[in-house]
């Protein structure tokens, strides 16, 4: 794997999320890392990074041996349906980043005569910038063989940690890795608050 060429179709906040955590773990050479997405803007931050920079989501595909594909759900359809014909089913391996997109879609829309490339479905958290994701990973099919599988979450658990799951399971994970946060974080900040009114400051609160 660490001699492999990862491209990331995407570099919003996830995408862009999961290429700082790859960069910052070092687990490829940034040569190896090809970053792809539509405007240009979006790719400037990693001008210095080292990594190939394109807006052409074919050429990235074409240069990979993993793709990752991290785009607004709505997008999906459309941005695989244009790889199509590029991806590589005997040695590539994908990864689908984008909650609420279910299996049964992505085999509809990649199905070559009952041929389908491993798939993973992946659903990590921003904090995967920090290397500090938790990460739910699914295979899909039976083509996700179980050394893909241990790949997938090798790469994964570099950047936090990885539990392998069922689909049906993808909800509540996120739910208890996302929202679960927001709320501790939330009470942690009324506790802080409730420190300052009870006369500490507010940076004694915080720390406290």
């Given at each position: 794997?660490?001699?492999?060429?990862?491209?990331?179709?995407?570099?919003?906040?996830?995408?862009?999320?999961?290429?700082?955590?790859?960069?910052?773990?070092?687990?490829?050479p940034a040569a190896n890392l090809i970053i792809s997405n539509h405007t240009?803007?979006?790719?400037?931050?990693?001008?210095?990074?080292?990594?190939?920079?394109?807006?052409?989501?074919?050429?990235?595909?074409?240069?990979?041996?993993?793709?990752?594909?991290?785009?607004?759900?709505?997008?999906?359809?459309?941005?695989?349906?244009?790889?199509?014909?590029?991806?590589?089913?005997?040695?590539?391996?994908?990864?689908?980043?984008?909650?609420?997109?279910?299996?049964?879609?992505?085999?509809?829309?990649?199905?070559?005569?009952?041929?389908?490339i491993p798939t993973f479905l992946v659903i990590p958290n921003i904090a995967i910038a920090q290397l500090q994701s938790m990460t739910f990973?699914?295979?899909?099919?039976?083509?996700?063989?179980?050394?893909?599988?241990?790949?997938?979450?090798?790469?994964?658990?570099?950047?936090?940690?990885?539990?392998?799951?069922?689909?049906?399971?993808?909800?509540?994970?996120?739910?208890?890795?996302?929202?679960?946060?927001?709320?501790?974080?939330?009470?942690?900040?009324?506790?802080?608050?409730?420190?300052?009114?009870?006369?500490?400051?507010?940076?004694?609160?915080?720390?406290?």
């Open positions: 794997m660490y001699k492999s060429r990862i491209a990331i179709i995407g570099a919003g906040a996830m995408g862009g999320a999961i290429a700082d955590g790859i960069l910052a773990r070092g687990v490829i240009p803007g979006r790719l400037e931050r990693f001008a210095q990074s080292g990594a190939v920079l394109t807006t052409d989501n074919r050429e990235a595909v074409a240069q990979a041996d993993w793709v990752i594909l991290a785009v607004k759900p709505w997008l999906v359809e459309s941005v695989l349906k244009g790889i199509k014909d590029v991806l590589d089913y005997k040695q590539q391996t994908l990864v689908v980043v984008a909650a609420g997109v279910s299996s049964e879609s992505i085999k509809t829309w990649l199905d070559k005569g009952g041929q389908m990973v699914v295979p899909v099919g039976t083509e996700a063989v179980t050394q893909r599988t241990e790949q997938v979450k090798t790469l994964f658990d570099s950047m936090g940690k990885t539990i392998i799951t069922e689909e049906s399971h993808l909800v509540a994970g996120t739910t208890l890795a996302s929202c679960g946060i927001a709320y501790a974080m939330r009470y942690i900040r009324a506790a802080s608050e409730g420190g300052v009114e009870l006369g500490f400051k507010a940076d004694e609160a915080k720390q406290i």
